[in-house]
Structure formats: structure tokens, C-alpha cells
């Protein structure tokens, strides 16, 4: 290799979730699936047409999302390029050949679309167009695209060994595959903090950097790779003395979180003994493990979305109950708050939703007060693990009390199924409502007013308050959570719950930001959710000052006009307090 | 049968866009839709097919319509040619 090829190259992208690697790199959007021959039994065609149609229908669906999103950020016209894309699964005489073929030479799925797919890529390729690359690419992407959907389990098997992920984009269904393998980290063109890949890297603790525009164009697979998931840096072919730079940041790190080890027993409380509760915000139950012994007091977030990945149907009341009543039991006595279906948005929908601005459509309550029967089967499924009274129900993208209250309707016609029945549930089980769409914040009181309990849930609300689109890596940047009107609003939240004497929680990205404890501590928030790996630490913060003293920094913070000014005061006192807290690699916040 | 000659007058011919534009357009009729150039024939109702053609400006192209709508989905289809897929 020349040393052209070897050259350390150091892309810098959005900090997503923490970790240091280094690693050989394994590129998936640009590989190319492998295509076999192999000869079908006749008993076997009917099978291998299903696989076809599967592969096609879902490769559509995948498309017909991006074209959604295309259209949004690029414009109809743009976005018309994917749409070819979707017009050539749509193209009748290329599936109409590609399924003559299949019956009557007897070939598996994967090797006729290859091959009657290359007659036209030849076709392409001999012309001397200007335009054939950009022809050739979206017949190329659309085929590989039903390639990997008829491959599906076997692309992840080719993962051999442990390696970065790099790609284009990750999808949540992506991100859950690959974490069953050996990855080490994962690097991508886009996306920002908050995407759902980003969260859920942070919650499997694997390293990733994301919206580095352009890592799957500079990186070949099998390069070394270094990734570090503090900084927000990807780096290629590191240096020796690179590599050594990152292993000593890791090891500060691991220094760090020995000093923490021992603290998962000891209570979340104030050196003048206020109480907090401190719970974990969780999408699988395999994490339960990971939480409790981070110390866990709770699940202050179950998100359910997990359950729809790569389904066509909605989960049946029973495959609810079942996985709802294993996380209930699993953490009993601790509390456990089932959010309900929060879908749309950047969630997996198991429909194909064609909405111009998803984030402001239909989503959360919206989608469950519209689909009453997939709503009861929902909540007499959570219902059905509350026998032990561990579960909370917990409302999503609320934006007024009319929903609170048709919401609570539908739970008493859900209670009153499964007295019927004669199944067994908690009869007083409490209902409270995510606090994330502006309107929520303003109407905190009211809505405190007609529920249990209050839960801030920072990512949308401050994305909301902002007018920012968290994954959109031209203005992520201006996603702040000190920013004051940002502040300001959690203090309105909060102060409004307790007018009522409710409990207010916070199972945003915030409550888990290290800088943000005091403050939040201070405003008077009775719950931190948080992601489980970080929950040793925000415990340490709680520990080490006095509840009297952060109501003091909190009103101060609440005089400041800028954002730089709040996150300066805040981790000023943070250093005071904890000076050994290695804070440049705690903040995951953008730099 | 009809069947007529038609000249691609956008920069950038018969790319991806358009491509999506014309397919879309020929499948609301029933007819047959055929189009020839340099003795290759594709169906104009196959994007895939209509994208390997590769059409620059200026190029000729004949189409072919047959079926009984023909003469509607003729008149719809050379009006996207000529204007120009509706690009610069």
C-alpha cells in the first residue's frame, strides 16, 4: 500500500453517543450484496416468489419513507429521483420477466433480479450519455436495496469479526441488528444526537459519530478506523500515536468510572438528604439487566416502538402483554412507566405514512386516539402487567386536555374488558403525560390537573420550542437545551405540576446530560429517566451537593440571557463540586 | 397503430426525472406504448427500460401507441416532450 492510502484522515461529526474504538471498518450501504446461483426445486418456486414479493413490498416501503423525508428537506422535484427508485419496484415488466424467470429456469430470487437487472445496467453502461453515472447509480441502489431485503439474516452473518460500522444512514432496525454482532462502533453521513440510532447506541453503550457527510465516500472497507464517540471524531488510519491518544482518553475515562464503582447501592441523595428518584429510560428488555445494576430505581421510560420493528401488523394484545408483564416482573418493586406507542415522527411506523412534515403529523396519542382498537388492545396489554401495581401508563405528543381525558376514557373501557374477563390488573394504576409539545408546557397545570404525574420529554419539546430539526445536521447545532427559553419552560413545567402536587419527571436527553443535573435538581424535578450508562454518574452529581444550594444556582441560571452563559455557569459548579470529573468526555452535547 | 417522431428539447434529455414523468404519464392510458430509437425498442411503460435509453438533447425518438386509447395517450405523451418535461 502507498502512503497516500495510509494517510490519517480525521472527519468530525455529531458526538451521538460515547465510547472509544478502534477497529477495522465494515462499510454497509456501499456493500454490495453477494449474489449465488442456485438451482430451485420445482416445490420450491412458491417460496422463492414470496421472498421476492417480501423483498420488494419492504424495499418499497423503505423508499417511499425516504422519498418522504427527500421531499421535505430537498423538494418535490428533487425528491423525484427516489420516486424513479420506487417506479422501478413498481415496474411491471421488469417483475412481470424477473418472475417468468424464476418459474421457469428454476433460479433462486436473488441471482435472476442480479442478472435481468444487469441487462439493463449494460445497456446503460455502453451508452455515452453524461447522465448514465446518476442512471446507473439508482438502478444499482434500487437493486442492491432488494438484494439485502431478500438476503436479510444473512447480511449480518457476513459481519465477520469485530468492526466500526460505517454508512450512509442507520436506521433503528439497523442499529438493533448490528448491536447483536460484534460491533465496535458506528459511524454515519447522517443523522444527529437525538435521532433514534443515536439513542439507541447510547443505550447498548457502543460507541457512534454520526452526520460525518461524507465517511461512506472516504472510507473502504476494512480500513482502521478509530472512532470517538466523546468528541464527535472518526478517524482514518490513525496514526500509532493517534491510537495512543485515544486509548489514553479511554482510560481517564475508565479511571473515572471506577471512582464510581459502589455507588449503584446508595441511595440518589442530596448531601442535605433530598431525595431523588433515579430510573432508566429502556427500549429492550435485555437492557433490564444492564439497568438494575447501574442502580436503577425505575424504568422512567419503556419505550414500546421496539416491538413494531420490521412488522407489518401491529402486536397482538397478548405479545404486548407478554413482553410488558416480563419488564414489570423483572423489575418489580421498582416502578415501570409504559410510554404508549409513540409512533411516527422519526419512529418506525408499520404503515407507510406519506406526511409533507411528520414531526408536526400524526404521531403519539394522535395515532392511538385515531386507531381506538389498537389503543384498548394497548392498554389492556399494559393493564395486564400491572397485577403488581409496578406500572404506570405514560401519554406521548400530548397537546391538550381533551386528549388526557378521551385517553382516560378509553383506559376505563379497557379496565372494564378485562374485569370482564376477570383478569386480574391494577385497578388504581397511575396515568401521566409526556410534557413535549409546547402547548403541553404551556397547559402543564391543566393537564397535571387531569392526571398522576408529569414526564418532560426534552428531545421533541425542546425541538419544538426551538423550531430546530434535531436530525437535520445543517441546524442541529442550534438544538440547545440551555438555551433560557428552554429553562425557562422546564421551570413552568414543573412549578405547575407541583402547584398540584404532582409528581414531575424528566425522561428526555437532558435529564442524562451531566451539565444539566444541578439545574434540573434545582428547578425542583423529582425524577431523573436516564440513559443506563450514564446513571452512575448523575447519581455521583446528586450526591455531591446540597439541594438548598442547587435551588440557589437554578434561580441564578434563570437570570441569564444566553445559552454559552448558562452552560459556562453550570459546569463551572460542576468542576467546584466534582473536580475530578473528566467533563469534555461526560458532555455529549455538541461542541 | 399510431405512431410518431419526437425530438427531446430539455438540457438534459431523457434523464432520471423525466423518465419518471413519462412512464407515469403512459400508464394512465391502456394502449401499448413502445419507443424506438436506434433500433432498440423498450416499453415506454417500463421506467427501467425508459432510463436505459439514455436520450440526449436533441435526440430523435419514435413512439409507438396502440391500443384503444392510443390517440389520447399519444396527444398526453408527445405534450410532455414538447414541453420539454416541463425543465429547462
Known amino acids: 500500500m502507498s502512503d497516500e492510502k495510509n494517510k490519517e484522515i480525521i472527519l468530525t ?22 449474489v449465488h446461483q442456485r438451482a430451485l426445486a420445482p416445490d420450491e418456486v412458491e417460496n422463492e416468489l414470496a421472498r421476492l414479493h417480501a423483498a420488494v413490498a419492504r424495499s418499497e ?38 418472475e417468468k424467470r424464476i418459474r421457469s429456469e428454476l433460479k433462486n430470487a436473488e441471482y435472476v433480479v442480479y442478472d435481468e437487472v444487469s441487462k439493463y445496467r449494460r445497456l446503460m453502461m455502453e451508452s455515452e450519455d453524461e447522465y448514465i453515472q446518476e442512471r446507473t447509480h439508482d438502478v444499482d441502489d434500487v437493486m442492491n436495496r432488494v438484494l439485502r431485503n431478500i438476503q436479510d439474516q444473512k447480511l449480518v452473518s457476513r459481519l465477520e469479526g469485530e468492526s466500526i460500522i460505517v454508512s450512509h444512514s442507520l436506521t433503528p432496525a439497523d442499529t438493533v441488528i448490528f448491536s447483536r454482532n460484534q460491533v465496535l462502533g458506528y459511524a454515519t453521513d447522517h443523522g444527529g444526537f437525538t435521532s433514534h440510532a443515536a439513542l439507541l447506541s447510547r443505550s447498548l453503550k457502543i460507541p457512534a459519530v454520526l452526520g460525518l457527510r461524507n465517511a461512506t465516500a472516504l472510507v473502504k472497507s476494512g480500513d482502521i478506523l478509530g472512532i470517538d464517540g466523546y468528541a464527535g471524531a472518526l478517524i482514518i488510519n490513525p496514526t500509532e500515536e493517534t491510537i495512543e491518544g485515544l486509548r489514553r482518553k479511554e482510560q481517564r475515562l475508565k479511571e473515572f468510572e471506577k471512582k464510581l464503582e459502589g455507588i449503584a447501592g446508595l441511595p440518589a441523595e442530596t ?19 444492564f439497568a438494575l445494576k447501574q442502580g436503577s430505581q425505575g424504568i422512567g421510560l419503556f419505550r414500546t416502538e421496539s416491538q413494531l420493528i420490521g412488522r407489518e401488523t401491529f402486536p397482538t394484545e397478548d405479545e404486548q402483554a407478554e413482553l410488558y408483564t416480563s419488564v414489570a416482573e423483572q423489575m418489580f418493586p421498582h416502578p415501570v412507566m409504559i410510554r404508549s406507542f409513540d409512533i411516527g415522527g422519526d419512529k418506525l411506523s408499520p404503515e407507510p405514512l406519506q406526511e409533507d412534515n411528520p414531526f408536526l403529523g400524526w404521531r403519539g396519542i394522535r395515532v392511538c386516539l385515531d386507531r381506538p382498537e389498537m389503543f384498548l388492545d394497548h392498554l389492556r396489554a399494559i393493564l395486564r402487567a400491572s397485577a403488581k401495581k409496578n406500572v404506570r401508563i405514560l401519554l406521548p405528543m400530548v397537546s391538550k386536555v381533551s386528549e388526557v381525558r378521551k385517553a382516560k376514557e378509553y383506559l376505563k373501557q379497557a379496565k372494564d374488558d378485562l374485569k370482564t374477563r376477570g383478569v386480574p390488573f391494577d385497578h388504581h394504576i397511575k396515568m401521566g403525560v409526556m410534557i413535549e409539545v409546547p402547548a403541553a408546557a404551556v397547559l402543564a397545570e391543566e393537564i397535571a390537573k387531569e392526571t398522576d404525574f408529569l414526564s418532560i420529554g426534552t428531545n421533541d419539546l425542546i425541538q419544538y420550542l426551538l423550531a430546530i430539526d434535531r436530525g437535520n445536521t445543517l441546524v442541529s447545532s442550534m438544538y440547545q437545551e440551555f438555551n433560557p427559553a428552554v429553562v425557562r419552560t422546564l421551570k413552568q413545567i414543573i412549578d405547575a405540576g407541583h402547584r398540584q402536587s404532582k409528581w414531575v419527571g424528566m425522561c428526555g436527553e437532558m435529564a442524562g446530560n451531566p451539565i444539566a443535573t444541578v439545574l434540573l435538581l434545582g428547578l425542583g424535578l423529582d425524577e431523573f429517566s436516564v440513559a443506563p450508562i450514564v446513571l452512575p454518574e448523575i447519581k455521583k452529581i446528586l450526591r455531591s451537593i446540597k439541594f438548598k444550594e442547587a435551588k440557589r444556582i437554578a434561580d441564578k441560571v434563570l437570570t441569564l440571557q444566553t445559552e454559552v452563559e448558562i452552560k459556562d455557569y453550570l459546569a463551572s459548579v460542576l468542576r467546584e463540586k466534582l473536580p475530578d470529573i473528566p467533563l469534555e468526555a461526560l458532555d455529549t452535547s455538541h461542541y | 397503430m399510431i405512431e410518431v417522431t419526437v425530438t427531446i428539447r430539455n438540457r438534459a434529455g431523457l434523464h432520471t426525472r423525466p423518465a419518471a414523468s413519462l412512464v407515469k404519464t403512459a400508464a394512465r392510458f391502456k394502449s401499448e406504448f413502445t419507443i424506438c430509437k436506434d433500433g432498440i425498442e423498450i416499453n415506454g411503460k417500463s421506467i427501467i427500460g425508459v432510463m436505459t435509453l439514455a436520450a440526449e438533447q436533441g435526440s430523435s425518438l419514435v413512439l409507438r401507441f396502440e391500443g384503444e386509447d392510443e390517440d389520447a395517450a399519444q396527444a398526453a405523451v408527445v405534450d410532455l416532450f414538447e414541453r420539454g418535461f416541463d425543465e429547462p
Open chain 1, 13 to 34: 461529526g455529531v458526538p451521538a453517543a460515547p465510547g472509544i474504538a478502534v477497529g477495522p471498518s465494515y462499510l454497509y450501504s456501499k456493500a454490495v450484496p453477494k
Open chain 1, 61 to 98: 416501503r423503505e423508499l417511499q419513507k425516504i422519498h418522504s423525508f427527500a421531499e421535505q428537506k430537498l423538494g418535490a422535484s428533487n425528491a423525484k429521483i427516489l420516486e424513479a427508485q420506487v417506479m422501478i419496484l413498481q415496474d411491471a415488466v421488469l417483475m412481470g420477466a424477473i
Open chain 1, 271 to 289: 448531601l442535605d438528604h433530598k431525595r431523588c428518584e433515579l430510573s432508566a429510560n429502556l427500549e429492550f428488555a435485555e437492557e433490564i439487566e
